[in-house]
C-alpha cells in the first residue's frame, strides 16, 4: 500500500536511524501493513511494502497499579502519560509548551438538549497553549526531533499546525520554519508568524506546498529539518494516544461506552483507538466493548461516503467546506479508520456546514464552549447519529472538540446584538428586555 | 471617599441582604475605608462614607496542614481555593465553566533575554475557559448571583468581560445580558454573542454605557440582575485572589519576591496583595518581603503618573492605547495600588504602545506564549523595570500574562512572512533558508 498523507506524498527517504536514541519505552518502528520492523528514526513509510510506519512499544515488564500510582502522580498534562509515549523519561523537565489534561467536561445541558441519558462529556482540546489538540502531536515530533538531532522543526499548514509548530520551537529553543501558501488570510498568517520563526510563502496551491516540503527532506537542504508531520511523523501521530489516555482517568480510570471523533487524516481516531486498546492490554482499565464513531464535514466526507458505501477503500474528494482544520480530501489513515468504525460497532458521519454552525452555536450556548468549526462538526454528527438511531443516548459518550472558535470566527460572522437601544430605561422596556 | 469605579458610577442601592446566604468563609461585607460591616448581599459601597465594600472572613479555627492538604487533593481549577474563597463548600459540583490552575510557565529564555537570574515566570492565564483571567472574577460573581437569587448575570463590556459572562451564564443556566457600545468591531459582537445570551448595543459610548447599567441597578426593571462588576462587585473581586494563592502553590507553597501586574481599575492588584497576606496570615507560606509593581500602558497611565509624581490620588486620563482591556482612565483602586506599590517597595511604571508590540514579539519568540496586549504591558514594563534598576534580576519574579493575543491579533498585524518562494528548491536557495 502507498502511503499517501495528507500533508505529503513523498515515499521514505533513506532512513538514517539513530543507532542509541532514547525514546522511552519505543522500542522499534513496525510497518502497520506487514509489520517489518526497523530501528528508531526519522522514517515513516515501510522500505519493504511502502505502508505507514508506527511506534512498536516494550510494555513488557510492568505493574499496573504502580504505573497508575505514577501517572497520577504525574504533572497535570500529557507528560504524566510518559511511560506510554516515544519520549524520554525527564522530558517533564525539558523545555516544551506541556500540552493536555484539558477539561473533560460534563455536559449536562448538552444532554438534556439531545436527549442522552448516559451521560455526555466534551473533551475540550481548546484549553491547550495554542488552543488545539496540534500541540499534543507536535509536542511528541519535537522530542523525536531533539533525540535525531535536528535543529529545525517545520511542517506545512494553513493554520492550527503552525501555531502549534512555531509556539513549541520557540520554547525549545530550536528554529522553526514553516511553509504555507503565499496567499493566506492574513489573520492565519498572523497567529503562524507571532513566534518568530521563518514563515515562508509558496507560491501555489497547498498542493504545491506539500510536494515541495517533500522534495526539501530528500535534499541536502533540508539535512537536520524535522518536518513534524512528514519524516517525525511516526512520533507525531503518537500524541493523540494522550486524548485516549485522558478520557478513560478522567472518567476514574473507565473507557466510555462512545467516543465520537473527527476525521482529518484520519490519524487522530486510529491512536484513539490505539491508546485505548493499550489501557486495556496495560490493565489500565476494565475491558470492555467501546464504540469509536467518525465525524466529517459534508464539504469534505470522504471516509463518511466509503462508510455509507460499504467500501474498504477511500475516493478522494475536492474540500469544500468552513471546516477547514478537517479538509483532507484523500486522508492517509482513512481505510483504518473505517476498519475500526466497523470493528467498534461504530459510524462515519457527516454533516452540513449549516448544521455546524448550528452546532456550534448549541455547544456554546449550553455549555459556554466556543468550539472551531470541527468541534461544530463532532457535535453535529453527535446530534444526527442520535436522531438516525445509529448512537445509543442510554450509553456514556464523548465528543471531542479539537480546536478554539476564537481561530474560526468567520464561521459564526452573522452573530449579532439582540437589540439596540439608546442609553435610557424607556428604550429597554420598549426592547422588551425587562 | 466618593466609590469611581471605572464600569460604572453609581451609589449603593439599598442593600436587601440576604439574612441566610451560604457564602462559605465570607462572613460580612467590611468597608475598606471605615471598617463599617453590613451582612453580606448585593451592595458595593458602603452606607457610612461611601466606601468599597469588601468581604471580610472568618478564618478562624482552622489547622493549617489541614487546609494544605485539601486545597492539594481539590480539583485542578480555582474551587481548590474554595475553603479561601465567598462561595459555598459544594461549589465545585455546580455547572460551571471551572477556571484557574493555567500554567506558571518558568520562563528562562525569557529570563536569559531580560537578564534575569533569580528565575523568572509566567503565570498564564490565556489558558482559562474564555482566554482571560475574567473568568475567575466572574465564576466568584456567579456563585453570589446564585446565593441572591438573581436569574440575569449582567455586565458592561467592550471586550474579554463579555464572553468570560456569557459563558458561565450559558453553562449555569442562568440568563445572560451584557451591555455594549452599539459600534464595537464585529469580531468583539461575535466572542460575545456566541453564547446566545442577550447582547444589548447601547447609542452611546461606554460611559453611556455604564450609566444606563447604573440606572436599570436601581430601577424595578433590574430586580434580579446581578452585575457582576457592579452589585456583585465585593464578590467579583476576590476572583482575583486565586491567582495570588495559584502562584504561591505553584512555586511550592511560596511567595514570590517580584511581582508585575496590570493595572485596569486596580483591583486585581489589590486582590492579589490580599490573597498573598492571607496566606501569610494562614501559615501556608513564609512571612517574607515580597514587591508589588503595577504595569500600565503610557496611553492610559493615571496610576503610573501619580505614581511617578509622589501623589495618593490618581488624576483621571483619557485613554488612548492599544491595551484596550487596561483603558480605565479612571481606576477605583487607583489609591490603593499606589499604598501597596509604595508599602512594598514595588513601583509603577509604563510602556509606550509599540513597547508592548515589542514584548508581545518578545514573550511569544521566547516561551511560544502569545499573549493578549495587557501581557505586553507587564512584559514590557518589567524589561523596562529592570533596566531602571527598580526591579532586581536577582530575586524570583513573577509577570502576569491575563489574556490571548487571538483576541487583540490588530496589534501584530503586521506581522508577515519573512520570505516568498517558488515550491522548488533553487527558490528555496536563492532566499537563503538553507
Known amino acids: 500500500m502507498a502511503v499517501q498523507t495528507a500533508e505529503s506524498t513523498t515515499e521514505s527517504v533513506a532512513g538514517s ?32 511494502c511502502f505502508g505507514p510506519l508506527e511506534i ?7 505493574d499496573t497499579e504502580e504505573l ?43 444532554a438534556r438538549e439531545l436527549g442522552v ?60 520554519c514553516v511553509f504555507i501558501p503565499h496567499d493566506l488570510e492574513q489573520g492565519k498568517v498572523v497567529m503562524a508568524a507571532v513566534y518568530g520563526g521563518e514563515l515562508v510563502g509558496i507560491e501555489g496551491n497547498y498542493d504545491d506546498v506539500n510536494r515541495f516540503c517533500s522534495e526539501l527532506i530528500g535534499d541536502p537542504a533540508g539535512e537536520g529539518w524535522g518536518f513534524v508531520n512528514v519524516n517525525l511523523r511516526p512520533y507525531y501521530a503518537e500524541g493523540s494516544k494522550t486524548l485516549a489516555y ?24 486510529t491512536k484513539i483507538d490505539k491508546g485505548l486498546r493499550e489501557l486495556i492490554e496495560l490493565g489500565l482499565v476494565e475491558d470492555r466493548p467501546y464504540k469509536i464513531f467518525g465525524a466529517q464535514a459534508e464539504g469534505c466526507s470522504p471516509v463518511s461516503a466509503a462508510y455509507k458505501a460499504g467500501h474498504d477503500v477511500v475516493r478522494p474528494q475536492k474540500p469544500k467546506t468552513i471546516a477547514k482544520s478537517l479538509a483532507i480530501g484523500n486522508p492517509a489513515d482513512g481505510p483504518y479508520v473505517l476498519d475500526i468504525a466497523r470493528r467498534t460497532g461504530g459510524a462515519v458521519e457527516d454533516v452540513t456546514d449549516e448544521q455546524i454552525v448550528e452546532a456550534i452555536r448549541l455547544l456554546a450556548r449550553t455549555e459556554g464552549i466556543f468550539a472551531e468549526t470541527a468541534g461544530g462538526v463532532t457535535v ?55
Chains 1, 2 share one sequence.
Open 17 to 48: 536511524a539513530a543507532p542509541s536514541v532514547d525514546l522511552g519505552p519505543a522500542a522499534a518502528l513496525s510497518c502497520r501493513e506487514c509489520g517489518h520492523r526497523v530501528p528508531l528514526g526519522p522514517v515513516f513509510a515501510c522500505q519493504e
Open 56 to 62: 512498536a512499544y516494550d510494555f513488557s515488564d510492568h
Open 68 to 110: 497508575r500510582r505514577r501517572i497520577e502522580a504525574g504533572p497535570a498534562n500529557i507528560w504524566r502519560y510518559a511511560p506510554l509515549l516515544p519520549v524520554p523519561a525527564d522530558v517533564a523537565t525539558k523545555p516544551n509548551i506541556n500540552p493536555g489534561w484539558t477539561k473533560l467536561v460534563q455536559a449536562d445541558n448538552l
Open 117 to 176: 441519558t448516559g451521560g455526555l462529556y466534551v473533551k475540550d482540546d481548546s484549553g491547550n497553549p495554542t488552543h488545539s489538540f496540534k500541540d499534543r502531536v507536535v509536542a511528541q515530533a519535537l522530542e523525536a526531533a531533539r533525540a535525531f538531532g535536528f535543529t529545525t522543526l517545520s511542517c506545512s499548514s494553513t493554520g492550527n499546525l503552525a501555531g502549534a509548530v512555531g509556539a513549541a520551537a520557540a520554547r525549545a529553543g530550536l528554529r522553526s
Open 246 to 269: 485522558e478520557i478513560c482517568e478522567q472518567l476514574g480510570w473507565r473507557l466510555p461506552d462512545q467516543l465520537v471523533v473527527p476525521i482529518a487524516s484520519g490519524s487522530q481516531l
Open 380 to 434: 453535529g454528527v453527535t446530534k444526527k447519529l442520535i436522531e438516525n438511531g445509529d448512537l445509543d443516548p442510554a450509553l456514556t459518550t464523548v465528543v471531542l472538540n479539537t480546536g478554539d472558535g476564537l481561530k474560526t470566527l468567520d464561521a459564526v460572522a452573522d452573530t449579532g446584538l439582540t437589540a439596540t437601544i439608546r442609553p435610557n430605561l424607556d428604550s429597554f422596556r420598549e426592547a422588551g428586555l425587562a
